[in-house]
Each structure stands twice: as C-alpha cells, then as structure tokens.
C-alpha cells in the first residue's frame, strides 16, 4: 500500500509504536489466555490486526476495503493481521461461505501467514474459554442469569431519555448464578427461559451498558462444533475476547460498533482484573463503511437477490460481491487501488461506481493485450480486391509494450466492420464510413465506399467499397492519403463470441434505503451480443483480460467461456460512460 492511505488509524498506531504501548506483549505462538501467553516469548508481530467475517454470505466489495485496510496496515508496520471466521451463531452460517471468504480473501493477494505460522481462526475454537470466562464473571458478580422473558427485558430495557428497570434476578448469588449457567450449558433449559447478562448499569445513557446479553440458549448445530454445545456467545461477548485471545492490537471496525466500545472496554478491563486476559487489551477503533452508490452491500440483501433468483448467482457479474467482480473481470490489484483510492475516514460518504471502473481502467492499461472485436458486425466487400488474395496486417500485442509481440490480421475481399461504423446519412462530425468517404482500416489499407446493400427494412446488410492504392498502415505511400476515420475490422472467418454486456443491477442511487429494493431493479442490467473477436483472443483461457480496441475492457468468462462458443463479459467501456458516445 502507498502513503495514500495516510489515515487516522496510521496515525495512531504510529503514536502507539512509539510510546512501546505494544511492546511488552507475549505470543505463545497460538490464541491464548493471559497466564497461557504470560509464559511465552515477546511476540515478534509489532501489531496485529483482524479481518472478522461472519460466515453468512458472500464478501463484497465493502468487506474489501475493510480487508485492504486490516492486511494493509499489518504488512506496512510488520504485524500480521488475522483471518477470523466470525462463527458464534449456529443457524446462519455454512462451511460454503468459510470456503468461499478463505478463497476472496486470497484472491484480493493477501495471506495471514506470518512469522511461520497460519493465522486462521475461528471465534468457534474460543467457545471453551469464551465459557470458562463466563464463569469467571459470574464469580467476580459481574454476570447473572436472568429468568425474564425476553418481552419483559425488553420492556424492562428503558429509552434513550428514560433510565431501565434492574431484573428481579438481578441479585441472584454467585452461586445460584453458576448452578444456572451450568445447567444451562447441560442442556437441561429450554431456549429462551434464561439468559446471561453482563451486570453493568440499568441506568446508563448508553442502552448498550445496560445488562448486555452475554449467553443466550441454542438447541442448534453448529457447523463446526456440532452438537457440543447449545448455548451460544453473544457478538459484543466473543468479539472482544477473540480479539484478546488473539493478541489484537487494534480492532478495526465500522461507525455503527462505536456506541458498543464502552461495552468492549469494559469486559477486557474486567477481565483482565479477574486475571483472564493479559494487559494491555485490544483497543477498537472505528471507521465509515464504504457505501458504492446504486449497489447494496448487506450479506443478507444480497442473499434475498441470490435466493430470489434475481441474479444467477453469488458469482452473477451484476454482483457486487468479490465473486461477482471477479467474474465480471475485475483485477485484485484493480479492487487494491479502489480501496486506496477511497481512503479510510471517520464519517461516512458515498463514492460513484466509476471510482471503481477508474481503477481497472488504470490497472489494465499498461498491460492488458489488445485484440480486435466486433462487436456488431457488419459485412464489408471490398470491390476490387481479388477473392482469394489475402494481406497479412500487423498490429502490436500492446503499443507501449514491443516485448510483447505482435498479433496478424488477415486482410481480404469480405471483412467484418462495426455496424455503428458505417452511417448513410452521417450526423454531424461522423467521420467514419460513409457512402463516398474514405477511411483507414486500422493497421491496413485507406478504403472508399462506393454503395451499400439494404434489407426489406431499409437497414445496411453490406457495406461496398474500394482499397486505395499503396495506402497500407507503415508503407511509404501511407501518409498520401489524409483520412480522419480510423476503424477496426476482422477477416470473414474470425471467430464467432458471445458478448455479455451489463448495466448496474438497480435504478435507483441507494436501493438498500427503500423497503421495496426489489422493486427498483434496472430490467436492462444485461445484455448479449453475437459478435466476432480475433482468433488469439477465441482461444484464450477463461479470466484471461484483454482490451478489445476501441471498446473497452473485457474478459473470458470464468464459467462459459469456450463451453460452445467463446464467451467475453465487458468489464467496463474505455471511457467513463458519460464521455463514451463518440
Ligand atoms: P453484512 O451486513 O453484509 O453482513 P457485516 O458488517 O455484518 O455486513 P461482517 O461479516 O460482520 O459483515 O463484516 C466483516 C468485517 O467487514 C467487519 O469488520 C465489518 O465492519 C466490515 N465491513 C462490512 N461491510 C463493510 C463496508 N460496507 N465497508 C467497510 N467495511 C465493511
Ligand atoms: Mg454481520
């Protein structure tokens, strides 16, 4: 990462490093509790940062920049930043969505091997100590089990302006508290009859410190621990103490934790006197999640689209899920400079989607191949030139990069042109084919038309015309002829594609803002088109990225491609598509 992302969280752990706030910590090589860690060696990651997914869905692109931000930070001030599956509620999370995170979060470039270790956790292998804890606060008097109903904590929870009402288990001895959480635990309560609550204040302006839930009773599997146990850690309970028990220094997360970071303080701090936990703890800082205008990024909207049938899938291109840029054609070092690019800031803002589109622009230009396509195509005969005689045409693989060879056209009598090339009656300023206007055949010769064929309608079927002499592209007589209009074709017998072509998925600037967002979808959101591409690019591997001259950006796709026929998504026009109608 580059000094653009400069930030406040830089600044921070910049002062931290200095004043040796971290210095004194110790890695036993694992996770572990303070007495485990105490016997242990200094820890050698100057911090350590975390990327926590809940296993519930697909990443996209506003986990990326939470990704970018973590592992970045880690790799710039040698630490190590963790990958932390966030699975403490058993009935929404799947092995499907730990592999598919694990695979995202690889694919953006980033590893969570450091310091010759894997740096892979699941908050689920903290359940023993997350419970053990437990028992320590019930001891301490800093956690009871509450009998109410969950209505009636509810009603007992009080307002922003008026103070709760303490539960009448609220003084409940240590002991009968311990004996209930057991019990609990045993599997011996039915869900919902008992809770444990941290025991804070009812009365605190911040209705997150008013006796939090801690434990709650689950009679449900969970995808890794199975039946073992059937009651379940809170978030504001096991986030905390993962982070802890994983010698985090910094716990990077969105605005919306602030109003929990007493709460996250206050656990650590009590558990640190109660001797579970090393000091110093974890500190949380927060940050403005990334809003993309007219996209949604919330796991469980993006469900409702997958499960709907809305899109085809997690890996739908219109998606804005990793899976879906990736497959739409996105680079990792594309999505890297976006998240670089929007910076990391304390308040929150909506960034336009062609920050995003800029940033593959950028990327791929230096380096992507360039090949020809069609994309409409539109026969051309050329009159005088002799069937069966063919030119070979040479044009560069890319123009600022000669290593990289050069690719052949096959010029002949029957070529391909873009439809929209050719105009019988031009509007103005069109200065491509018209009847009796000249134009360059890029890389090949200067053609004049001399008449066109039309269907029933009305609409050109064929373009005619005739090859001006000596006017090949890099010949001596090249520069006699002055033409303004330079257009791509293919040989006869290039290739068919198939190509996809999309548009944003909703029509309106914020959909995840209305209660009816699968109402304001954009019917028009893909399309497909019969085409012809050069045959280097028909052949190409699926992923593979080229830039089609003239047209933009586009890549073979990861499923289809070459399955019938060779299938290319557009990932987006050369120019930001408001300056795109030449
Ligand atoms: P969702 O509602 O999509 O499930 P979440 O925040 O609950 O989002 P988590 O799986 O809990 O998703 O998120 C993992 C990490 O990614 C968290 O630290 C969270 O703050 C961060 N994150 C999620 N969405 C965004 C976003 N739009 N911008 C920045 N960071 C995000
Ligand atoms: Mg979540």
């Known amino acids: 990462m580059s000094e653009l992302v400069s930030n406040f969280i830089r600044h921070r752990i910049e002062t931290d490093l200095a004043s040796g706030h971290w210095a004194g910590r110790r890695w036993r090589g694992s996770p572990g509790t303070g007495p485990e860690q105490a016997q242990a060696e200094?820890?050698?990651a100057r911090i350590r940062?975390?990327?926590?997914?809940?296993?519930?869905?697909?990443?996209?692109?506003?986990?990326?920049?939470?990704?970018?931000?973590?592992?970045?930070?880690?790799?710039?001030?040698?630490?190590?930043?963790?990958?932390?599956?966030?699975?403490?509620?058993?009935?929404?999370?799947e092995q499907e969505y730990v592999d598919a995170i694990i695979d995202a979060v690889r694919w953006l470039g980033f590893s969570w091997s450091a310091f010759g270790a894997e740096h892979l956790y699941f908050a689920s292998d903290h359940f023993e100590t997350l419970y053990a804890f437990a028992e320590a606060l019930i001891e301490g008097g800093f956690a009871y089990v509450d009998s109410q109903s969950a209505d009636a904590m509810r009603a007992a929870r009080g307002t922003l302006t008026e103070p709760g009402q303490p539960s009448p288990w609220r003084d409940r001895s240590p002991a009968e508290n311990l004996q209930l959480m057991r019990e609990m635990r045993d599997g011996q309560h039915a869900e919902g009859t008992h809770v444990l609550r941290a025991r804070i204040d009812m009365a605190s302006p911040n209705l997150n410190l008013r006796d939090p839930v801690l434990y709650r009773i689950r009679h449900a599997s969970h995808h890794r621990t199975g039946d073992r146990w059937c009651i379940y850690p809170m978030y504001d309970y096991a986030h905390p103490i993962s982070d802890a028990l994983e010698n985090i220094t910094h716990s990077i997360c969105t605005l919306e934790f602030e109003d929990h970071r007493p709460l996250y303080d206050w656990l650590l701090a009590r558990l640190a006197?109660?001797?579970?936990?090393?000091?110093?703890?974890?500190?949380?800082?927060?940050?403005?999640?990334?809003?993309?205008?007219?996209?949604?990024?919330s796991k469980r909207k993006l469900q409702a689209l997958v499960s709907s049938g809305v899109v085809d899938g997690w890996d739908d291109p219109r998606m804005p899920t990793l899976e879906g840029l990736r497959r739409r054609g996105y680079t990792p070092a594309a999505i890297r400079l976006f998240c670089e690019r929007i910076g990391v800031a304390r308040s929150d803002s909506w960034i336009?989607?062609?920050?995003?589109?800029?940033?593959?622009?950028?990327?791929?230009?230096?380096?992507?191949?360039?090949?020809?396509?069609?994309?409409?195509?539109?026969?051309?005969?050329l009159e005088d030139w002799p069937e069966g005689q063919t030119d070979t045409c040479i044009a560069p693989v890319h123009p600022h990069h000669p290593e990289l060879g050069q690719r052949q056209l096959e010029f002949g009598r029957k070529l391909w042109i873009e439809r929209e090339d050719f105009a019988v009656t031009p509007p103005k300023g069109f200065f491509r084919l018209t009847p009796g206007a000249r134009v360059r055949l890029r890389y090949g010769h200067v053609i004049e038309c001399t008449g066109w064929d039309a269907d029933a309608d009305g609409r050109p079927i064929a373009v005619h015309a005739r090859v001006m002499p000596d006017s090949k592209s890099g010949s001596p007589g090249a520069d006699n002829y002055k033409v303004k209009g330079n257009i791509h074709w293919l040989p006869e017998d290039a290739p068919e594609a198939e190509i996809r072509r999309y548009g944003p998925l909703f029509n309106d600037p914020n959909p995840g803002a209305r209660d009816d967002w699968l109402d304001c979808l954009?019917?028009?959101s893909r399309s497909s088109i019969r085409s012809r591409v050069e045959t280097g690019a028909a052949l190409c591997d699926p992923e593979q990225r080229f830039q089609f001259e003239r047209q933009g950006y586009f890549v073979a796709d990861r499923v289809d491609h070459r399955r019938e026929v060779p299938v290319f998504n557009q990932i987006v026009s050369l120019k930001d598509s408001k300056a795109l109608s030449r």
Not at 58 to 66: D, E, Q, R, T
Not at 282 to 296: D, S, V, Y
Not at 356 to 381: I, K
């Open 352 to 381: 336009e989607p062609f920050v995003l589109e800029q940033s593959l622009r950028d990327d791929l230009d230096g380096h992507a191949p360039r090949a020809t396509a069609v994309l409409d195509p539109l026969l051309l005969v």
């Open 49 to 93: 940062t975390r990327f926590p997914p809940e296993p519930n869905g697909y990443l996209h692109i506003g986990h990326a920049k939470s990704i970018c931000l973590n592992f970045g930070l880690a790799q710039d001030f040698g630490g190590v930043c963790h990958l932390r599956l966030d699975d403490t509620n058993p009935t929404k999370e």
């Open 42 to 44: 200094p820890d050698p």
């Open 522 to 524: 954009n019917p028009d």
């Open 273 to 297: 006197d109660l001797g579970c936990l090393a000091q110093p703890v974890p500190e949380q800082t927060e940050f403005a999640r990334l809003h993309l205008t007219g996209t949604l990024t």
